[in-house]
């Protein structure tokens, strides 16, 4: 009912800069947070950062300063700006939504297939 495909992952160099995009399609009646999480191999999944419909956002300490996600909600699509990319934050990325498909349901968490991001020289 509710696809998220992301793109912008690739292999950078330390220090450089990477911007993820993830677009949300399907039956949307409304998009509540929208949000970033990693996975590293040997690892579990962890917030990067997040952001509501209104409000603050919130981030990760390991990448405050460096990342910002921000939002467009006329294209359903949230965006992470990466720089300053050190080698620990390798990891696969995955765009996270909670879509309410119609008026009176609850939000429900949909997730993206991930885009790898490499940081190495």
């Known amino acids: 009912q509710v696809q998220l495909v992301e793109s912008g992952g690739g292999l950078v160099q330390p220090g450089g800069s990477l911007r993820l995009s993830c677009a949300a399609s399907g039956r949307i009646f409304s998009i509540n947070s929208m949000g970033w999480y990693r996975q590293a191999p040997g690892m579990q999944r962890e917030l990067v950062a997040s952001?509501?419909?209104?409000?603050?956002?919130n981030y990760a300490d390991s990448v405050k300063g460096r990342f910002t996600i921000s939002r467009d909600n006329a294209k359903n699509t949230v965006y992470l700006q990466m720089n300053t990319l050190k080698p620990e934050d390798t990891a696969v990325y995955y765009c996270?939504?909670?879509?309410?498909?119609?008026?009176?349901?609850?939000?429900?968490?949909?997730w993206g297939q991930g885009t790898q991001v490499t940081v190495s020289s």
């Open positions: 952001i509501p419909s209104g409000g603050s956002t």
């Open positions: 996270n939504a909670a879509v309410r498909t119609t008026p009176w349901g609850t939000p429900r968490d949909y």
